[in-house]
Nanobody, 125 residues
Framework: VQLQASGGGLVQFGGSLRLSCANS????????MGWFRQAPGKEREFVAS????????DYADPVKGRFTISRDNARNMVYLQMNSLKPEDTAVYYC???????????????????WGQGTQVTVSS
């Protein structure tokens, strides 16, 4: 397993969770990373991305201002801090690594060649 996501769980409306993604790829620190999510009956959607250095981030409008993506290249880790959670945030969250080196990140799932197994986030109302 090259990408391992963790940190999901059940949280109440307005609560917080921090997702983690461990990247075991030797060149993991050179790739942009992204978080996507998929709710039951819906297509997988972009949540956030971060470029290889951590200097550029991008967020989907529904999570902007509430979620923060970050990375620690020394540890090959990527994080998604989720605050002010809403029931509509309920989904399986996936971390993904870009196919390219020194990339800026993308909203397109097709840009990512490596995917974690997903971690369930459930927000109760």
């Amino acid at each position: 397993v090259q990408l391992q996501a963790s940190g999901g769980g059940l949280v109440q409306f307005g609560g917080s969770l921090r997702l983690s993604c461990a990247n075991s790829r030797r060149t993991g620190s050179r790739s942009a990373m992204g978080w996507f999510r998929q709710a039951p009956g819906k297509e997988r959607e972009f949540v956030a991305s971060i470029n290889w250095s951590g200097g550029k981030t991008d967020y989907a409008d529904p999570v902007k201002g509430r979620f923060t993506i970050s990375r620690d290249n020394a540890r090959n880790m990527v994080y998604l801090q989720m605050n002010s959670l809403k029931p509509e945030d309920t989904a399986v969250y996936y971390c993904a690594a870009d196919n390219s080196y020194y990339s800026t990140g993308s909203r397109k799932a097709g840009s990512y060649g490596y995917w974690g197994q997903g971690t369930q986030v459930t927000v109760s109302s």
